[in-house]
Each structure stands twice: as C-alpha cells, then as structure tokens.
Nanobody, 124 residues
C-alpha cells in the first residue's frame, strides 16, 4: 500500500523559512516524478512545484519561483520543499503527491497518490 507522509509545517512569520518533507513508502519511489500542492481555505488545490524522477528537472508555479526549492533524495524515498521568504498568502495545507509518470508537471490530474497534508501558516 502506498503511503505519503508530509511533515515540517508550522506557524511562522512573514519572511521566515520552512522545509517540508514527504516520506514515501510502498512505491518504487525513484520511478516517479513527485509534486507539492497547496490548498488555502475556500480555494481550490493548486500546484506549487514538481520534480522529475532523477531530480534534474524541476518546475514551479509563478507565485513561488525564486522563493521555493524542490528536491528529492531517492535513497531516502523523500521529497523536500524548501520555502524561503514566506508570505501570508503562502498559508495553506501543503500536500505531496506521486505523479503517474517520471516527468514533472504541474497538472493536478497527472497525480495519483496524495498525502494527508501539513499545515503552513504565515503570519504578517
């Protein structure tokens, strides 16, 4: 059974940093691209970033470019999201997800398995 478990969320002030982690089990982790998504109250889930199976190719939503960095460690079956210069509008529940292929995309429908999410709250 596939499990994705996010961690690292919390309450921070604007300008601070957080590092989210997502540990995967039950899958051939290195075969798939992985993504991070977020959902704020009253809003639809949106893609934040994705990384290819090798970690070489990364993609970002315009809203986080230059502030967030996605990476992965295939030996640890873990994907990370380093979030710097956080803003109040980054407040959301953050989810990691497994892509249906090895190619990184920001299309929600391309993802098949989702974690339970971790809350990130940025105060002004």
């Amino acid at each position: 059974q596939v499990h994705l478990v996010e961690s690292g969320g919390g309450l921070v002030q604007a300008g601070d940093s957080l590092r989210l982690s997502c540990a995967a089990s039950g899958i051939s982790f290195s075969s798939y691209a992985m993504g991070w998504f977020r959902q704020a109250p009253g809003k639809e889930r949106e893609a934040v970033s994705a990384v290819s199976w090798s970690g070489i190719t990364t993609v970002y939503a315009d809203s986080v470019k230059g502030r967030f960095t996605i990476s992965r460690d295939n030996a640890k079956n873990t994907v990370y999201l380093q979030m710097n210069s956080l803003k109040p509008e980054d407040t959301a529940v953050y989810y990691c997800a497994r892509h249906m292929t090895s190619t990184a995309t920001l299309t929600t429908g391309d993802y098949r398995t989702w974690g339970q999410g971790t809350q990130v709250t940025v105060s002004s």
